[in-house]
T-cell receptor, first 107, second 113 residues
Framework: KNEVEQSPQNLTAQEGEFITINCSYS?????LHWLQQHPGGGIVSLFM???GKKKHGRLIATINIQEKHSSLHITASHPRDSAVYIC?????????FGTGTRLQVFP | ETGVTQSPTHLIKTRGQQVTLRCSSQ?????VSWYQQALGQGPQFIFQ???????GRGNFPPRFSGLQFPNYSSELNVNALELDDSALYLC????????????FGPGTRLTVL
């Protein structure tokens, strides 16, 4: 069993839909990161959080430390949101990554 | 644009050869981590350098080695390349250790034939 599990693995949506990606982890963490990876390979950090909720534009990330679970929400999805979204946890100064959720948003 | 650069962008090597990948971090970022991402997988932690010393290592053999330099650049060296080493290699820098945002480079795609 992976230490960081994401669901779903693949997600398709119509433009404007509300999207939720889930991440569960089984190790102790100091922080959790949500990352976005585009087809070229580069990774961009979206959020780093250790408690509660953060919002940036149409993106919202939440974390429940007791349940070891985090969610990434995208409101009013757009085709430019199409990418792989990766959850990663900070564990003893190294990141452990999930396998990613591939999101495709169609016009 | 994260301010972290990697070179080369793409590289093709043959089995048994050696390769050096380079990463240039943002000024002031004294911690750099290297990751290997196989196709369709999440990145895997190779090792981390903090102030030019190795500060943690993942489950990779000794033929994966690294260096970090005072000018915030670093190298990943892989000896005796194997076909399974074909992957995207990412470096990420941060300002310190612990709970800091990581800034990723664009990656180097290595193909071993």
């Amino acid at each position: 069993k992976n230490e960081v599990e994401q669901s779903p693995q693949n997600l398709t949506a119509q433009e404007g839909e509300f999207i939720t990606i889930n991440c569960s982890y089984s190790v102790g963490i100091s922080a959790l990161h949500w990352l976005q990876q585009h087809p070229g390979g580069g990774i961009v950090s979206l959020f780093m959080l250790s408690s509660g909720k953060k919002k940036h534009g149409r993106l919202i990330a939440t974390i429940n430390i007791q349940e070891k679970h985090s969610s990434l929400h995208i409101t009013a999805s757009h085709p430019r949101d199409s990418a792989v979204y990766i959850c990663a946890v900070d564990n003893t100064d190294k990141l452990i990554f999930g396998t990613g959720t591939r999101l495709q948003v169609f016009p | 644009e994260t301010g972290v650069t990697q070179s080369p962008t793409h590289l093709i090597k043959t089995r048994g050869q050696q390769v050096t990948l380079r990463c240039s971090s943002q000024s002031g970022h004294n911690t750099v981590s290297w990751y290997q991402q196989a196709l369709g997988q999440g990145p895997q932690f190779i090792f981390q350098y903090y102030r030019e010393e190795e500060n943690g290592r993942g489950n990779f053999p000794p033929r994966f080695s690294g260096l970090q330099f005072p000018n915030y650049s670093s190298e990943l060296n892989v000896n005796a390349l194997e076909l399974d080493d074909s992957a995207l290699y990412l470096c990420a820098s941060t300002v310190g250790q612990g709970r800091y945002e990581q800034f990723f480079g664009p990656g180097t795609r290595l193909t071993v034939l």
